[in-house]
């Protein structure tokens, strides 16, 4: 297992909060996490998983931000796009291809 930085955002219908970006910070925090989106109209959280590779980091991280975004208490907007990096790789977009 290798760990690897998941950045996932999920765009809606408002400019979000700083209250708001706050407490998904928060709730991101017990997993190595940061977020983002004060003013912007989606929100977003860099988290680390442990995983065999880049897909499965992403498959074990996105229930993680929804996780953390019902306890954050903010809108459960879709996800629009995932990236991952590894401790040894580059980016790699939600297509699997390095950036």
Do not use: C
Request: no cysteine; net charge negative.
């Amino acid at each position: 297992m290798s760990k690897w930085s998941v950045s996932i955002k999920a765009e809606g219908d408002r400019p979000m909060e700083l209250e708001e970006i706050v407490e998904l910070a928060d709730a991101v925090a017990p997993l190595g996490g940061v977020a983002s989106g004060v003013g912007a109209m989606s929100y977003g959280a860099q988290i680390v998983v442990e995983a065999e590779n880049s897909d499965e980091a992403v498959e074990v991280a996105i229930p993680l931000f929804e996780q953390a975004v019902a306890t954050a208490g903010i809108p459960a907007w879709p996800v629009t796009k995932a990236e991952v990096i590894g401790e040894d790789e580059g980016f790699v977009d939600d297509d699997g291809i390095p950036t």
